[in-house]
Nanobody
Framework: VQLQASGGGLVQAGDSLTLSCTAS????????MAWFRQAPGQEREFVAA???????SYADSVKGRFTMSRDVAKNTVYLRMNSLKPEDTAVYYC?????????????????????WGQGTQVTVSS
């Protein structure tokens, strides 16, 4: 499985941005998918996930501002980010759990994801 992330950029605080992650494979609809991010000098942290059955999970820091969605026809997941803050600045990575083994409560654990994209930089200026 290959993951290609895109959509990052430099924006101002309060702006919006949408990240995309396109996956290879004919069974995309069965993947658990997630977004993680890593800021300079910090550990990677969970952002959002969508399970193969459509259940969504979000980090508390992004709830109400970020929305993750999936387009099965395009083998793509999206992360719509609204009301961006400087603390959202990070490299964002998409990840896939293939074959899907994680239960809902484990979707925020990076260790369950076998495949990772190359990352896309998001920079939010104040």
């Amino acid at each position: 499985v290959q993951l290609q992330a895109s959509g990052g950029g430099l924006v101002q605080a309060g702006d919006s941005l949408t990240l995309s992650c396109t996956a290879s494979g004919r069974t995309f609809r069965t993947y658990n998918m997630a977004w993680f991010r890593q800021a300079p000098g910090q550990e990677r942290e969970f952002v959002a996930a969508v399970s193969r059955v459509g259940d969504r999970s979000y980090a508390d820091s992004v709830k109400g501002r970020f929305t993750m969605s999936r387009d099965v026809a395009k083998n793509t997941v999206y992360l719509r980010m609204n009301s961006l803050k400087p603390e959202d600045t990070a490299v964002y990575y998409c990840a896939a759990d293939v074959p899907p083994v994680a239960i809902y409560s484990a979707l925020a654990d990076g260790r369950v994801y076998e495949y990772w994209g190359q990352g896309t930089q998001v920079t939010v200026s104040s």
